[in-house]
């Protein structure tokens, strides 16, 4: 039902039951926020969004109250815009003056609130709250110098992911966002999937980087240094850089890494392809033999951490094979190194990702071998874009390129694996051509499609009904493991990936808040899978050529020795 209210004078529609704010966002009307995110309840929390209300004595939050009618509203009256400058130099007054040195210079919310309500002199001053940098994660960097109590961090961690890592603490002007304990984030539950990256308003949370050793690493002409780039990085890549949002950008990804100096780049959808092949040669026999159903997904590092730290009752149903990122680290101190006569201390690998729970995967024990890791260093997709800028590529002026010989085919099944549903369907190819010898028909399997948490569809593959079920995001994660336990379930396949979404929407991605760029990142995978024509990993020429020459077979004593680990329970403070 609409009704009618009347804003800044004029009068617009508005849903009865709708916030204040909602009517405002949704009538074209900018209210600025801190503490709101979309799909979550309102907070209040910041009281940014206030708003005068006729009859109302003191300021309303809009993004909490709901539409009366009558109802007269002013959004940008003197008395707001004091109330918003005034909140915005409390914030002010104690945070860190280092703008030009901080992370999120250029894309931080409350420096663009700053410069919106021309905050340009610092008016409160006193003593500033001084907390220790925390870098004890491998993979997230936390400074509560920089925390402005927003709470996003504290929702998604508990209402998305179900981890609950942080917590408000203390009380008054001694309130802090902490861990358990305020213990560092190495003791914490944390499974540095950086969601909380994703919502920070400011450069209070941000990923741990690493471009010195990199730079060193370049520069030192004794070390080869090999570049790989999972599916979802070329995709994500063209908005930032000024192309056209959506692009399929991977042939000038490779001639950029290779300006900035890189010896060797490889795409890891090739080690995708070996995963998924991998994979379904493992899922096929836990079928024939039925034991260890349903087979858990195991190339989301975020979720393993989870299930060690929380579930280790999952462990045996965990598929052993490795993630992309590994098997290729893998293959490339090994399989390359060998064909190449190259010694494994002199290969130096990057892997350029979406995700930052692949830091703290690449320093596992399992993924070391002799003192030596498969990969070295793990860059996200924005510290890829710091790193074009840093070496001055332009990338409207290079000309696409090939990634290079080795590792330079993929079929589009590997690119899938970058969006919920897409490992699932790039196995399920692959296991149908195992189990029956012929190629899945129709190919593509559209009802695990799309942004749902939850997909769940049955698979006839000759005289057997395969039964496949899709959850993102851990808290869906959590009631598919329940469903698991009380037996509920008759499911063969779980693909579980920590981020709603899969990996295009990771913790290393680009930021941005703009649903349209993230459905146009999504229909640019499945376009690309619609396009070429090597639709499934077991036709992959590369791949059939590595288990020719070195692997032998799926599952085989080399495969299992070079593409499957194990997994431990985890203990950790809670």
Same mark, same amino acid.
């Given at each position: 039902?609409?009704?009618?209210?009347?804003?800044?004078?004029?009068?617009?529609?508005?849903?009865?039951?709708?916030?204040?704010?909602?009517?405002?966002? %949704?009538?074209?009307? $900018?209210?600025?926020?801190?503490?709101?995110?979309?799909?979550?309840?309102?907070?209040?929390?910041?009281?940014?969004?206030?708003?005068?209300?006729?009859?109302?004595?003191?300021?309303?939050?809009?993004?909490?109250?709901?539409?009366?009618?009558?109802?007269?509203?002013?959004?940008?009256?003197?008395?707001?815009? %004091?109330?918003?400058?005034?909140?915005?130099?409390?914030?002010?007054?104690?945070?860190?003056?280092?703008?030009?040195?901080?992370?999120?210079?250029?894309?931080?919310?409350?420096?663009?609130?700053?410069?919106?309500?021309?905050?340009?002199?610092?008016?409160?001053?006193?003593?500033?709250?001084?907390?220790?940098?925390?870098?004890?994660?491998?993979?997230?960097?936390?400074?509560?110098?920089?925390?402005?109590?927003?709470?996003?961090?504290?929702?998604?961690?508990?209402?998305?992911?179900?981890?609950?890592?942080?917590?408000?603490?203390?009380?008054?002007?001694?309130?802090?966002?902490?861990?358990?304990?305020?213990?560092?984030?190495?003791?914490?539950?944390?499974?540095?999937?950086?969601?909380?990256?994703?919502?920070?308003?400011?450069?209070?949370?941000?990923?741990?980087?690493?471009?010195?050793?990199?730079?060193?690493?370049?520069?030192?002409?004794?070390?080869?240094?090999?570049?790989?780039?999972?599916?979802?990085?070329?995709?994500?890549?063209?908005?930032?850089?000024?192309?056209?949002?959506?692009?399929?950008?991977?042939?000038?990804?490779?001639?950029?890494?290779?300006?900035?100096?890189?010896?060797?780049?490889? !795409?890891?959808?090739?080690?995708?392809?070996?995963?998924?092949?991998?994979?379904?040669?493992?899922?096929? !026999?836990?079928?024939?033999?039925?034991?260890?159903?349903?087979?858990?997904?195991?190339?989301?590092?975020?979720?393993?951490?989870?299930?060690?730290?929380?579930?280790?009752?999952?462990?045996? #149903?965990?598929?052993?094979?490795?993630?992309?990122?590994?098997?290729?680290?893998?293959?490339?101190?090994?399989?390359?190194?060998?064909?190449?006569?190259?010694?494994?201390?002199?290969?130096?690998?990057?892997?350029?990702?979406?995700?930052?729970?692949?830091?703290?995967?690449?320093?596992?024990?399992?993924?070391?071998?002799?003192?030596?890791?498969?990969?070295?260093?793990?860059?996200?997709?924005?510290? #890829?874009?710091?790193?074009?800028?840093?070496?001055?590529? !332009?990338?409207?002026?290079?000309?696409?390129?090939?990634? !290079?010989?080795?590792?330079?085919?993929?079929?589009?099944?590997?690119?899938?694996?970058?969006?919920?549903?897409?490992?699932?369907?790039?196995?399920?190819?692959?296991?149908?051509?195992?189990?029956?010898?012929?190629?899945?028909?129709?190919?593509?399997?559209?009802?695990?499609?799309?942004?749902?948490?939850?997909?769940?569809?049955?698979?006839?593959?000759?005289?057997?009904?395969?039964?496949?079920?899709?959850?993102?995001?851990?808290?869906?994660?959590?009631?598919?493991?329940?469903?698991?336990?009380?037996?509920?379930?008759?499911?063969?396949?779980?693909?579980?990936?920590?981020?709603?979404?899969?990996?295009?929407?990771?913790?290393?991605?680009?930021?941005?808040?703009?649903?349209?760029?993230?459905?146009?990142?999504?229909?640019?995978?499945?376009?690309?899978?619609?396009?070429?024509?090597?639709?499934?990993?077991? $036709?992959?020429?590369?791949?059939?050529?590595?288990?020719?020459?070195?692997?032998?077979?799926?599952?085989?004593?080399?495969?299992?020795?070079? #593409?499957?680990?194990?997994?431990?329970?985890?203990?950790?403070?809670?």
């Amino acid at each position: 039902m609409s009704v009618n209210i009347e804003v800044n004078n004029k009068t617009i529609q508005a849903k009865k039951g709708e916030t204040i704010l909602e009517t405002l966002n %949704r009538n074209g009307i $900018k209210v600025p926020t801190l503490c709101r995110m979309k799909g979550f309840s309102p907070t209040g929390a910041c009281r940014l969004c206030v708003v005068e209300v006729e009859g109302k004595s003191g300021l309303i939050p809009s993004c909490s109250y709901p539409i009366e009618q009558p109802m007269r509203i002013w959004t940008h009256s003197p008395r707001v815009i %004091r109330a918003r400058k005034m909140l915005v130099e409390l914030l002010l007054s104690n945070h860190p003056d280092d703008c030009l040195y901080c992370i999120r210079n250029g894309n931080c919310e409350l420096q663009e609130l700053a410069v919106e309500l021309n905050v340009r002199e610092r008016r409160i001053s006193g003593e500033k709250t001084k907390i220790n940098l925390d870098q004890s994660s491998p993979g997230i960097v936390r400074d509560p110098s920089k925390c402005i109590l927003c709470g996003r961090c504290i929702r998604v961690c508990e209402e998305v992911q179900d981890v609950s890592t942080f917590d408000f603490i203390n009380r008054g002007n001694s309130t802090l966002v902490a861990t358990s304990m305020s213990k560092d984030m190495n003791f914490s539950n944390c499974i540095n999937c950086g969601q909380c990256i994703m919502v920070c308003p400011t450069g209070a949370l941000h990923e741990k980087t690493s471009f010195d050793i990199i730079q060193e690493m370049l520069n030192n002409k004794d070390i080869k240094v090999v570049a790989h780039y999972s599916p979802s990085v070329p995709v994500s890549l063209a908005n930032e850089l000024g192309l056209k949002p959506g692009k399929d950008s991977h042939g000038l990804l490779n001639a950029a890494l290779k300006r900035i100096g890189f010896d060797k780049v490889f !795409d890891t959808s090739f080690g995708a392809d070996v995963a998924i092949y991998e994979q379904a040669a493992e899922l096929a !026999d836990r079928i024939k033999n039925e034991e260890n159903l349903p087979m858990l997904s195991s190339c989301c590092p975020g979720w393993i951490k989870y299930m060690e730290q929380s579930h280790p009752d999952m462990i045996d #149903l965990a598929s052993t094979t490795k993630s992309p990122q590994q098997i290729l680290g893998t293959l490339i101190k090994g399989y390359y190194a060998e064909k190449n006569q190259l010694s494994t201390e002199k290969i130096f690998t990057i892997s350029i990702t979406s995700c930052t729970a692949k830091k703290f995967e690449a320093q596992r024990e399992e993924m070391t071998h002799k003192g030596v890791s498969d990969i070295d260093q793990v860059i996200t997709t924005r510290e #890829l874009i710091k790193l074009i800028h840093l070496y001055g590529i !332009d990338v409207h002026s290079l000309h696409e390129e090939f990634s !290079d010989d080795s590792f330079n085919i993929r079929s589009s099944a590997a690119k899938l694996v970058s969006v919920s549903g897409g490992v699932t369907e790039a196995v399920a190819r692959t296991l149908n051509y195992f189990l029956t010898g012929e190629e899945l028909s129709p190919i593509q399997v559209t009802k695990l499609r799309g942004i749902k948490n939850k997909k769940e569809i049955v698979l006839k593959m000759g005289k057997k009904n395969i039964n496949f079920v899709v959850v993102s995001g851990l808290k869906s994660a959590n009631k598919i493991i329940a469903e698991i336990r009380e037996g509920k379930t008759k499911a063969d396949f779980i693909e579980i990936m920590a981020c709603p979404g899969g990996c295009i929407n990771g913790g290393g991605q680009p930021f941005c808040n703009d649903e349209e760029v993230q459905k146009k990142l999504i229909k640019t995978i499945y376009n690309i899978d619609d396009k070429e024509a090597i639709k499934v990993a077991h $036709k992959n020429p590369g791949v059939l050529k590595l288990y020719k020459d070195y692997m032998k077979e799926p599952l085989s004593r080399v495969s299992n020795k070079n #593409l499957h680990t194990g997994y431990k329970k985890r203990e950790v403070l809670l």
